[in-house]
């Protein structure tokens, strides 16, 4: 799914650049989406800006999560 993105010519290695670490954004996704099942019905909003993807991992920069303290039934 990664790959299917308008930029994935930059993450791949684009204009003599090093390639991303697929597998590392591919896990950090990963583990929010767990993250987010967790979470379950309490989780209102994420927002990663920026996502950095580097050759030799990935990270978000900056992370905003929303979660209501608990869900009524």
Same mark, same amino acid.
């Given at each position: 799914?990664?790959?299917?993105?308008?930029? &994935?010519?930059? +993450?791949?290695?684009?204009?003599?650049? &090093?390639?991303? #670490?697929?597998?590392?954004? &591919?896990?950090?996704?990963?583990?929010?989406?767990? /993250?987010?099942?967790?979470? *379950? @019905?309490?989780?209102?909003? $994420? #927002? +990663?800006? @920026?996502?950095?993807?580097? @050759?030799? *991992?990935? /990270?978000? +920069?900056? &992370?905003? $999560?929303?979660?209501?303290?608990?869900? +009524? @039934?």
């Amino acid at each position: 799914m990664i790959l299917s993105i308008k930029a &994935a010519a930059i +993450l791949t290695g684009a204009r003599g650049r &090093a390639p991303v #670490d697929l597998d590392a954004l &591919a896990s950090m996704l990963s583990r929010l989406s767990a /993250f987010a099942v967790a979470a *379950g @019905p309490r989780l209102r909003a $994420i #927002d +990663l800006n @920026p996502v950095l993807a580097l @050759p030799d *991992g990935a /990270f978000a +920069l900056d &992370a905003v $999560i929303e979660c209501d303290e608990e869900v +009524l @039934p």
